[in-house]
């Protein structure tokens, strides 16, 4: 991960599968962020699971390397800023303790740039298979509260359409 690599499949669907097959048997249902990401992961996840929505969100490269490249943490704490949105009070120094503020190696820009680039040859299959069997919906934007109600709204039409079919 610290170059900015994607976890390997067998591991993914392994952790993944395990908790969401356990919890399709208890009578639940399942939002996943992220995953899948590869085709193996979609094969794998179809096979245990009826995968019936899916939510796409694009948001542009260059938007996503900025969010990420301008985060810093205090590595004792976790404590994480942004100098966009949750900057330090003293630049370079954690609010709490003024220790040095550090940048993730996975989190600087080059590393961000490899692992869409990757994300992106990775998932455009996945968005195909999913436009082929009818139940993906792609929403594009940058802004959180413009994305959310639009997100919700399908969602809402969407279980409301399903709970109309099983009357």
Request: glycine share 4%; with cysteine.
């Given at each position: 991960?610290?170059?900015?690599?994607?976890?390997?499949?067998?591991?993914?669907?392994?952790?993944?599968?395990?908790?969401?097959?356990?919890?399709?048997?208890?009578?639940?249902?399942?939002?996943?962020?992220?995953?899948?990401?590869?085709?193996?992961?979609?094969?794998?996840?179809?096979?245990?699971?009826?995968?019936?929505?899916?939510?796409?969100?694009?948001?542009?490269?260059?938007?996503?390397?900025?969010?990420i490249s301008d985060r810093w943490i205090?590595?004792?704490?976790?404590?994480?800023?942004?100098?966009?949105?949750?900057?330090?009070?003293?630049?370079?120094?954690?609010?709490?303790?003024?220790?040095?503020?550090?940048?993730?190696?996975?989190?600087?820009?080059?590393?961000?740039?490899?692992?869409?680039?990757?994300?992106?040859?990775?998932?455009?299959?996945?968005?195909?298979y999913y436009e082929e069997k009818?139940?993906?919906?792609?929403?594009?934007?940058?802004?959180?509260?413009?994305?959310?109600?639009?997100?919700?709204?399908?969602?809402?039409?969407?279980?409301?359409?399903?709970?109309?079919?099983?009357?």
């Amino acid at each position: 991960m610290d170059q900015g690599a994607l976890v390997p499949d067998n591991i993914m669907i392994r952790m993944v599968l395990d908790d969401a097959v356990e919890a399709i048997k208890e009578g639940q249902s399942l939002l996943l962020d992220g995953f899948p990401r590869t085709m193996e992961q979609a094969v794998a996840l179809d096979k245990n699971l009826d995968v019936d929505m899916v939510i796409n969100l694009c948001v542009p490269n260059e938007t996503i390397i900025e969010r990420i490249s301008d985060r810093w943490i205090h590595p004792a704490s976790g404590r994480v800023y942004s100098y966009s949105y949750k900057p330090p009070m003293v630049e370079g120094k954690d609010d709490e303790t003024g220790e040095d503020l550090v940048q993730r190696d996975d989190d600087k820009p080059e590393s961000v740039l490899r692992r869409l680039q990757k994300y992106d040859e990775a998932t455009a299959p996945l968005v195909k298979y999913y436009e082929e069997k009818g139940v993906i919906q792609t929403f594009r934007g940058t802004m959180s509260d413009v994305i959310y109600p639009e997100v919700k709204d399908w969602l809402d039409n969407q279980l409301a359409e399903d709970a109309a079919a099983t009357v």
